[in-house]
Every structure is written in C-alpha cells, then in structure tokens.
C-alpha cells in the first residue's frame, strides 16, 4: 500500500516558485543572477498600511479572528466591489483567506467531484490545474493564441464546454501573458457562458489595478450581472497595494457556496492572519494615491523589456495591456545552438541555457501551458531589467 496520496501523482511542483529557488541557489553560490521569475512587486508596502498593522498590534488585535475575516474587512471589501466594480455583495457574501491560492482552492475543495470539468485557457497561472487535479476535477485547456494576442475567443470556449464542466476560470489581466480583456471581449464571453446554465464562472481579478494606457477593467459579472449566481469573483491586495508577505486573498459570491468554503476553511487554517486582516482593511479604505504612481513606473518598466527584447534575435515579444509580466516568444531559437553546445529543442532548453549562459532565470513558457514562449516579470528596477535583457539579447545572438 502505497503511503503517499494517489492525488499527488496528478500534481506538478510550482514552475515560478522553483525558478526562484534556483535563483536564489545559484546566486548562495556566488553567481551573478538576475532572477525575473516571481510574481512580486519590488516597492515597499505603502506606509499607511504599515502603520495601520503597528496600530493592531499596539491594541492588542492578536487573537483568533472569524474563519471568513473579521467584520471591518468584510465590510470593507463589500464596499471596494460596489465602489470600483459596481457590484452588490453584503458582508455576509464575502470570505477573507490566506492569499488569493487559499480562495481558489477552497472554492474548488468546496465544489468538486470526480469527473467534473473545468475549463482553462492557456497560457494559465500554474496553480489552477493543479488546484483542480488535487480537488479531483479534470482540467480542460483551451489554447489563447498569441495570434489572438492570448485571448480567449467565444467559439473556443463554446466547444470547449460540455455538460461535465463545472467551472470557467477566468483570469484578467492576465498571468503569465498580460493580457486583459476590454469590455467587449467580455461580453462576447458571457454570451457563452448564459447558454451553457450549468457552468459557474471562477475569476481571478487580482492584477485590476495594473493596467495600462486608456485600457478601463471590467470584470464578467460586472458585464453580465445575469452571471450574479454562479460567479465567484477573487482579488486580494498582493499585487497592487505590494502586500503579498501578508497573505490575503477574498472573494464574493453566491451565499450558499460562501458558507461551503467556510466550513472548509474552519477545519483548514481557521482565519487568516489578525494583523494581516486590519492592514488590508487600511489598504482598502485608505488613500489610493500610490497605485497610478506604481502603474506609470510598471508601464515604463513594460516598455522598456518589450522594446529591448524585440531587438534580441529570434524573440517576438508583444505588449501587454496590464499585469507585470511579459509572454515573449522564443519560437526563433529553437533548433539553434547555444554558447554550451547544447541544441534548443524547447522552450525550457531556452530558459536553461539562459541561465547557465548568461545568469538571467526566466520560467519557460510551457509551464504556463503555452510554448514556445518564456515568461519575464519585470517586478524589479528599470536598471535590473535593462542589464537582464542586455544579456538576453546576447545570448540569443550567440546561437548559431
């Protein structure tokens, strides 16, 4: 008898974490590595929410707080869905839990049987197929092309449903690709899923705030409010408020499949972090004034990266509407050598010897489930990111 789950089996490590490790690793060792691959903002967090942390501590907000968050979060969050997405969620619909992954595993560990579909566009965050498999669902994935600027299309997500789907991920913008979706390209999405009453929509809306230009987000059931029943809609303040040490995630959905998710978090983890919480309630009520400085510095930053790696051989790499990420394909180099005298085969070929050549740690694209491509995120100072593609570039121009 077997002593470790079959469900494991069915599971693959976190590619974005263990680039990050090898990062961290080879530069333990001395190496000059410049690591692109984790999903973090490199700014501080704001200090009124700083503040507002030291101010729960000093009042002695350190006991266990109620599985779904205390009451001043969840109001506050009911509050950020009608102000920014003009949503109507009482208190009561929402769920506060440790990180946006929590959320999304609870929804699933609340929904799932064996046998039931979700449907995925690719490329996806990493941690939704195996969310899935773990629960006991099947993953169905669906390709975004980058012809389609990896954008789902309304016919494709239309084929892909079939009456064991029970979920449609959604994620804008998105990651690894940083794509978003205008509000017209929603709706052509929601048309499909009000034919189809039997699929609840599952979306991950934890990069809203970073968008670009005159892009203006939207989320489905903001687009199509006869979705209100079966969308469970996540975000949390890792992303733009530069909190993710901190740990929180929420969501608001329907009432019947918020309690589910409780019940599973009360035998889980319980609440998340006290302190945690009474930050992100200062995050959401307090003053917005840091995130369009933080998106111009971002969009600069994009511009940078997707100028400097179209100029690198063989890499095509499209702008994105939000995000902090670029999707570049590597397309160009495969069947070339390396400076090692390795032949690239694949993407995860590229990324590796790009590592080993020039130092710079990248996450290949088919993790993602898309390739060829890489995924770079440009988290970090303008410096770092022009020296990282200087190196791109001459590593590309040393295959032959």
């Known amino acids: ?26 530069k333990a060792k001395g190496r000059d590595v410049i690591g692109l691959g ?81 449907v995925i566009p690719a490329p996806y965050w990493v941690s939704y197929p195996e969310m899935v498999s ?50 017209d390209e929603l709706k052509a999405l929601t048309d499909v899923l009000l034919k189809h009453p039997h699929v609840w929509v599952l979306t991950d809306d934890m990069y809203e705030h970073l968008t670009y230009g005159e892009f203006k987000f939207a989320t489905p059931v903001e687009v199509e409010p006869k979705l209100y029943e079966r969308t469970l809609t996540m975000n949390g303040v890792s992303k733009a408020y530069a909190m993710t040490g901190w740990r929180i995630g929420y969501a608001a959905g329907p009432l019947p499949l918020i309690k589910a998710m409780d019940m599973i978090q009360g035998q889980q983890t319980s609440g998340a972090c006290s302190i945690a919480q009474w930050a992100a309630v200062e995050a959401l009520n307090g003053t917005q004034d840091f995130i369009p400085e933080n998106k111009k510095i971002f969009e600069g930053r994009r511009d940078l990266v997707v100028s400097m790696l179209n100029q690198a051989t063989g890499i095509e790499c499209p702008s994105p ?32 010897e790009l590592l080993e050549s020039e130092g710079v740690a990248v996450v290949h694209g088919s993790a993602f489930g898309l390739g060829p491509n890489f995924r770079i ?24």
């Open 1 to 26: 008898m077997a002593f470790l789950a079959d469900a494991l089996s069915r599971v693959k490590p976190s590619a974005t974490i263990a680039v990050s490790q090898k990062a961290r690793e080879l």
């Open 38 to 118: 984790a999903g973090e903002p490199d700014f501080d967090t704001p200090d009124n929410i700083k503040q507002a942390a030291i101010e729960a501590i000093n009042r002695g907000e350190t006991k266990y707080t109620p599985v779904s968050g205390i009451p001043e979060l969840r109001e506050a969050i009911a509050r950020k869905f009608k102000r920014e997405n003009n949503l109507d969620y009482t208190a009561a619909q929402t769920i506060v839990g440790t990180g946006g992954k929590q959320i999304l595993f609870n929804a699933f560990m609340a929904t799932m049987n064996p046998g039931d579909e979700v």
């Open 134 to 183: 773990i629960c006991g669902g099947t993953p169905v994935f669906v390709e975004a092309t980058q012809a389609n600027n990896f954008k789902l299309t309304a016919e494709d997500l239309d084929k892909a449903i079939t009456p064991k789907t029970k979920w449609f991920i959604f994620n804008s913008p998105s990651n690894p690709s940083g794509a978003a979706y205008s509000h």
């Open 321 to 352: 509407e939000g995000a902090f990420y670029v999707y570049p394909s590597c397309k160009g180099l495969i069947g070339k050598t390396a400076p090692t005298g390795k032949v690239i085969e694949t993407d995860e070929d590229f990324v590796s």
């Open 377 to 400: 995120s440009y988290a970090t100072s303008e410096a770092l990111l022009e020296e990282a593609c200087k190196r791109i570039q001459r590593f590309c121009a040393a295959c032959k």
